[in-house]
T-cell receptor
Framework: GNSVTQMEGPVTLSEEAFLTINCTYTATGYPSLFWYVQYPGEGLQLLLKATKADDKGSNKGFEATYRKETTSFHLEKGSVQVSDSAVYFCALSDYSFNKFYFGSGTKLNVKP | DAGVIQSPRHEVTEMGQEVTLRCKPISGHDYLFWYRQTMMRGLELLIYFNNNVPIDDSGMPEDRFSAKMPNASFSTLKIQPSEPRDSAVYFC?????????????FGQGTRLTVV
């Protein structure tokens, strides 16, 4: 079956620190992979995506590379800001069933 | 486009009452999803529709929950009777096409509190 596993939170960093949030997946077929961000009191917003192996998604300084050999899609940012404080969700979509599978979410707190 | 629109944003109701949550997907989107978010269970897919037809309702927790999509621009999620453990944030999302190259677009959510 399909599933997504991401690192437990919360993650607390100082401003300008390097961020990594790990995400691994299990899938049948050839899924697309996504990172969503949820700010307090809001819905989920797409942060970036990758649709095939070795693709790199990037947006707002965040990056993630679709690694088929390790079934991973880790989120990285070189220098976080206080405004990046949010909950981050890794997700995959299944071509066959058009369902989206979400990880449990990782809360990021960035301190000034 | 205004995005996925959910109403109400907040709902407080007494145990045993019927609750109806509403969603207007983005125009032209073929897929509509209902999710529930809680601290304990995270984000759970309850049901999703393709072209107004329910495709998978295996995530609906109990018979107290029902969802309809009478047309392409409107869906409802109903809980009858409501219970305190139904308290959560309910999200509606829509997606424009088959295939896995596109994302789901989420509404702002409805925060439901059952007292």
């Amino acid at each position: 079956g399909n599933s997504v596993t991401q690192m437990e939170g919360p993650v607390t960093l100082s401003e300008e620190a390097f961020l990594t949030i790990n995400c691994t997946y299990t899938a049948t077929g050839y899924p697309s992979l996504f990172w969503y961000v949820q700010y307090p009191g809001e819905g989920l917003q797409l942060l970036l995506k990758a649709t095939k192996a070795d693709d790199k998604g990037s947006n707002k300084g965040f990056e993630a590379t679709y690694r088929k050999e390790t079934t991973s899609f880790h989120l990285e940012k070189g220098s976080v800001q206080v405004s990046d404080s949010a909950v981050y969700f890794c997700a995959l979509s299944d071509y066959s069933f058009n369902k989206f599978y979400f990880g449990s979410g990782t809360k990021l707190n960035v301190k000034p | 486009d205004a995005g996925v629109i959910q109403s109400p944003r907040h709902e407080v109701t007494e145990m045993g009452q019927e609750v109806t949550l509403r969603c207007k997907p983005i125009s032209g989107h073929d897929y509509l999803f209902w999710y529930r978010q809680t601290m304990m269970r995270g984000l759970e897919l309850l049901i999703y529709f393709n072209n107004n037809v329910p495709i998978d309702d295996s995530g609906m927790p109990e018979d107290r929950f029902s969802a309809k999509m009478p047309n392409a621009s409107f869906s409802t999620l109903k809980i009858q009777p409501s219970e305190p453990r139904d308290s959560a944030v309910y999200f509606c999302a829509s997606s424009p096409q088959t295939g896995s190259n596109t994302e789901a677009f989420f509404g702002q959510g409805t925060r439901l509190t059952v007292v």
